[in-house]
């Protein structure tokens, strides 16, 4: 595997319609009972912000930056530090947008069981009327 491309001097910032998508686009891929392993989901995020600091990146830092300068080196803390708050907004975003797929499947599941209970209800309501009608 290449490494990646060199570090841009910035962080990117993604919007909001962005994260949005990113999320929604995870969540399709995933089963509505599982949950995606940590490290898959923060190589998924860190992978569009800092590539160096993916989990596979972060052992070869110290040999790949073997050379820099004092002031390189302050450089790039900065721009992790960066990456690291992007990364904990892209986080909160996403657990989120996961609380609400659970709510949601939750509420789903109480109203179909709701509609179950309501039409059994009925059926016993109409063998009673039946039945009183009949006697």
């Given at each position: 595997?290449?490494?990646?491309?060199?570090?841009?001097?910035?962080?990117?910032?993604?919007?909001?319609e962005?994260?949005?998508?990113?999320?929604?686009?995870?969540?399709?891929?995933?089963?509505?009972?599982?949950l995606?392993?940590?490290?898959?989901?923060?190589?998924?995020?860190?992978?569009?912000?800092?590539?160096?600091?993916?989990?596979?990146m972060?052992?070869?830092?110290?040999?790949?930056y073997?050379?820099?300068?004092?002031?390189?080196?302050?450089?790039?803390?900065?721009r992790?530090?960066?990456?690291f708050?992007?990364?904990?907004?892209?986080?909160?975003?996403?657990?989120?947008?996961?609380?609400?797929?659970v709510?949601?499947?939750?509420?789903?599941?109480?109203?179909?069981?709701?509609?179950?209970?309501?039409?059994?209800?009925?059926k016993?309501i109409?063998?009673l009327?039946?039945?009183?009608?009949?006697?």
């Open positions: 595997m290449n490494p990646p491309a060199p570090p841009q001097d910035t962080v990117p910032t993604l919007s909001p962005q994260i949005n998508r990113m999320i929604e686009d995870m969540l399709k891929e995933m089963m509505p009972t599982e995606p392993d940590p490290e898959k989901l923060y190589d998924h995020f860190m992978s569009q912000i800092e590539p160096d600091l993916m989990t596979l972060i052992p070869t830092l110290k040999t790949r073997a050379r820099e300068t004092a002031e390189e080196a302050a450089e790039r803390k900065v992790y530090k960066k990456a708050e992007e990364y904990d907004r892209l986080y909160a975003g996403y657990a989120t947008s996961l609380t609400a797929t709510h949601a499947c939750n509420k789903g599941a109480v109203a179909s069981l709701e509609k179950g209970s309501r039409a059994e209800d009925e016993t109409d063998t009327i039946s039945g009183m009608q009949s006697s």
